[in-house]
Nanobody
Framework: QVQLVESGGGLVQTGDSLRLSCAASGRTFSTYAAGWFRQAPGKEREFVAG????????YYADSVKGRFTISRDNAKNTVFLQMNSLKPEDTAVYYCQARPSSTPGWSPRLYDYWGQGTQVTVSS
C-alpha cells in the first residue's frame, strides 16, 4: 500500500515558478513509476509529466515541455514537479499518482494510487 501527499501549490503570477512535492509512504515506492496529472474545473484529469522507477526516463505533455521538470529522490520517497514560466492555463488541481510498474502511463486510470491534490492558481 502506498499513500501520497502533495504539497507546494499556491497562487502565483504569470511567469513565476513553483515546485510541487509528492511524499510517498511505503517501502516499495522506489520501484513504482509516478506521474503528475492536473484537473481544471469542468475538465477531465490530464497527464502532465511522468517518470520511471529510477528517474532515468521522463515524459511530458506537449503543453508543459520545456517549462516543467519532473524528478524523484527515491532515498526520500519523494517526487517533484518544478514548474517554470507558469501561465494562467496551468491553473488546476495537481495530483501525484503512482503505479507498480517500471514505466508511467498517459492515462490516470492506469495508476493505482493518488494523493488529495494541491491547488495551483496562476493569475494574469
Amino acid at each position: 500500500q502506498v499513500q501520497l501527499v502533495e504539497s507546494g501549490g499556491g497562487l502565483v503570477q504569470t511567469g513565476d515558478s513553483l515546485r510541487l512535492s509528492c511524499a510517498a509512504s511505503g517501502r516499495t515506492f522506489s520501484t513504482y513509476a509516478a506521474g503528475w496529472f492536473r484537473q481544471a474545473p469542468g475538465k477531465e484529469r490530464e497527464f502532465v509529466a511522468g517518470i520511471n522507477w529510477n528517474g532515468g526516463t521522463t515524459y511530458y505533455a506537449d503543453s508543459v515541455k520545456g517549462r516543467f521538470t519532473i524528478s524523484r529522490d527515491n532515498a526520500k520517497n519523494t517526487v517533484f514537479l518544478q514548474m517554470n514560466s507558469l501561465k494562467p492555463e496551468d491553473t488546476a488541481v495537481y495530483y501525484c499518482q503512482a503505479r507498480p510498474s517500471s514505466t508511467p502511463g498517459w492515462s490516470p486510470r492506469l495508476y493505482d494510487y493518488w494523493g488529495q491534490g494541491t491547488q495551483v492558481t496562476v493569475s494574469s
